[in-house]
């Protein structure tokens, strides 16, 4: 048999060694023994990472939904697939079985299909975490159709670019959302960005809030009548293993957002191999990721790891902090929750509360708990493994990213020993490398350097929507023959990483993505404003917030300044969402620049840190006397 389920460490080790030796042997054998297919691979890889191109189980066909539904159903038809756990704990959570999810989402694929919708159509979806989000993801998945998922925190404007650059012909949204003691209007925001995306003809509208909603004739439908009178039997479209099955967006240190292209075949294959391994799923488990659908996080570890290991996946429509920041632990004892996922940034919110918030609720079913998102900090771990597992239960400190799809390196637990604040060992197939600044690989232990992987993985995106060249600047060009993540790492004597924060201009803030550049374009539209910098600082919650140093034009200088900051952020708000806003924001004469015009951001990252003792070199600058004044007006 395959190493489908990995016990302990020195079977680790063997299987590791495997998969790197012969990584097509070992993966046509996970991927034969474990999943339906159609048809079965001609090739199990061919890649070049100068191009880039990578396939896996080329010629293969299947679908992915015949993997997480279709196959379930003759053994575990009525085991609860999805668990809804509403916003308001008054009302009642929703067990959706195998056979009721797989029924909804035939009929949910019958009304795509009858609303025009066909294989490599883009569907965006824009849902709050209500069961029809993870139902519309299989459904466009049924039919071969791409979804493009865009979080519901997102503005108007950041909707409307993901639906234009992918081209989206329909969007499916609802009348409205939960969150916490507030009801947010989908709707209108959704109106908003379809004034500026021409190529939307339909809008599927979920029920959920009974916000009183604008109707366009003809755009415009509810889903329950439609749904209502769909069949329940969808035949799956069979796809290519390399068919594109989604689109994610994912910020870039430049401008437009990446709409990064994840595959059918090999997503599958490696999404449900790392979920059962890094939760040591077992069938009667109950597991919680509490990210959005939103984020890869979602797509890859509520949606399509788990319903491929036919387990019992929780939605949580709400927030950590409503009606009191004890919710977590309620919802972990309500339904005798197993393995617990979520972030450092909830983790440290939860951890400055009152501890019997946590004390009160019985957390003894807890077996396994994760950290994603960004570095967890030795504080936040020992909080979590204290109070949460009372010492009993591994924390896996998972790093992965959109691009990566799947889990990338983690503890596997009960088999590798945890390190607070380390993400250990790479995960079965995963080839890391270190780069020193030459570009050269750094062998052995105890080094530092940028994070590479040197060798394909299933689920690794193939391409950037519509820019491969873009795909290749950023990922491949960096180091030759490696995937640069954007990460710098380290690792130590045993050769356990860790990971030590991104080292491009992309900010991690409460585990969300931020690039510099669309904020600072945002902030430049401005009127008053002639240039911006933004830098990330250290943040007891949020683990970085951000800071601007902003240079006002002559027009801009007589205008009171708390107004200014107060606009900045509403601009940034109403162009990205409220996930991109300033916490401080210094108003400066100039920004520290090299001759070449290029902002020295370590200078001003240090200044927002409040670490000027050893600002380096600024004499090379082309005005180091500004330098002096922004750390005399630092906030
Ligand atoms: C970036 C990717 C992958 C799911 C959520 C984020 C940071 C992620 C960790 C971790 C340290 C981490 C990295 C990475 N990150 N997990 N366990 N330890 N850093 O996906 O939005 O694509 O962000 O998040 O900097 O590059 P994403």
Redesign the pocket.
């Known amino acids: 048999m395959s190493n489908y389920h990995i016990k302990h460490l020195e079977e680790y080790f063997q299987v590791y060694r495997k998969s790197v030796r012969n990584p097509e042997g070992f993966w046509e054998e996970i991927a034969e023994e474990h999943f339906s297919w159609r048809k079965k691979w001609d090739r199990v890889l061919s890649w070049d990472f100068k191009k880039p191109e990578v396939s896996w189980f080329e010629g293969a066909k299947l679908n992915i939904t015949e993997n997480c539904l279709d196959r379930h159903l003759s053994v575990r038809g009525d085991k609860t697939a999805l668990l809804f756990e509403p916003n308001d704990p008054k009302e009642e959570a929703r067990h959706i079985t195998y056979r009721e999810l797989h029924g909804r989402v035939c009929k949910m694929a019958n009304v795509l299909k009858a609303q025009g919708v066909g294989k490599g159509d883009r569907v965006c979806i824009y849902l709050p975490m209500i069961p029809e989000l993870a139902v519309s993801l299989l459904a466009c998945a049924r039919i071969g159709a791409i979804h493009s998922v865009v979080f519901a925190g997102f503005s108007s404007t950041a909707l409307a670019t993901r639906i234009n650059d992918c081209d989206c012909k329909m969007v499916i949204t609802s009348d409205g959302s939960y969150r916490g003691a507030k009801t947010l209007d989908l709707k209108s925001i959704v109106d908003a960005a379809l004034e500026s995306c021409p190529g939307i003809t339909e809008v599927l509208l979920v029920r959920r809030t009974g916000n009183q909603v604008n109707l366009i004739e003809g755009r415009d439908h509810w889903l329950e009548p439609l749904l209502e009178e769909a069949s329940e039997i969808c035949e799956p479209v069979i796809m290519d293993a390399e068919d594109p099955l989604f689109i994610l967006y ?1 910020s870039g240190s430049t401008g437009r957002p990446k709409g990064m292209v994840h595959t059918c075949g090999g997503y599958m294959v490696y999404t449900a191999y790392t979920f059962k391994n890094i939760f040591q799923y077992k069938e009667e488990d109950v597991y919680w990721c509490t990210a959005d659908i939103g ?3 979602g797509h890859s570890y509520i949606v399509y790891g788990p319903l491929a290991n036919g387990a019992t996946t929780v939605m949580f429509e709400g927030v950590p902090s409503y009606p009191d920041f004890g919710r977590f632990w309620e919802v972990i004892e309500k339904h005798r929750i197993n393995q617990f996922y979520t972030a450092p940034t909830a983790i440290r919110a939860l951890a400055k509360e009152n501890l019997e918030f946590v004390e009160t609720y019985d957390l003894s079913s807890l077996k396994v708990l994760g ?5 967890i900090n030795e504080e936040a771990w020992h909080w979590y493994n204290n109070n949460v597992g009372k010492k009993q239960s591994p924390i896996v ?7 990566t799809g799947g889990i990338m390196i983690s503890p596997i637990p009960f088999v590798t020993p945890t390190t607070p604040t380390y ?1 250990t060992l790479p995960f079965i197939g995963i080839q890391p490398a270190l780069m020193d600044e030459e570009g050269r690989e750094m062998d052995g232990n105890q080094v530092s350097g940028r994070l590479c992987i040197k060798f394909p993985w299933p689920s690794m995106a193939r391409t950037i929507w519509g820019d491969h060249q873009r795909y290749r600047d950023t990922y491949f060009s960096a180091f030759e023959n490696k995937y640069f ?3 710098g790492a380290m690792r130590d004597a045993v050769g356990y990483y860790r ?1 030590t ?2 080292v491009d201009d992309v900010i ?1 803030v409460s ?3 931020l690039g510099t550049a669309p904020i600072e374009d945002s902030i430049n539209e401005h009127p008053a404003v002639a240039e911006s910098a933004i830098v990330g600082f250290p943040h007891d919650i949020k683990g970085n917030a951000l800071y601007g140093f902003v240079i006002l034009k002559e027009t801009g200088e007589g205008r009171n300044r708390d107004n200014l900051q107060k606009e900045i952020n509403q601009q940034i708000t109403e162009q990205i969402g409220p996930i991109a806003k300033l916490d401080k924001i210094q108003f400066v004469s100039g920004l520290p620049k090299t001759r070449s015009g290029k902002i020295m951001r370590r200078i001003l990252r240090k200044i927002a840190s409040k670490d000027t003792s050893n600002l380096g070199d600024i004499s090379t600058l082309l005005n180091p006397e500004v330098v002096e004044e922004i750390i005399a007006n630092a906030l």
């Open positions: 994912t984020w890869i996080t950290s994603v998102g960004e570095p400190d998972t790093w992965w990213q959109t691009e993400a993540t954007g990460d990971i924060g991104r991690i585990g969300h993505n």
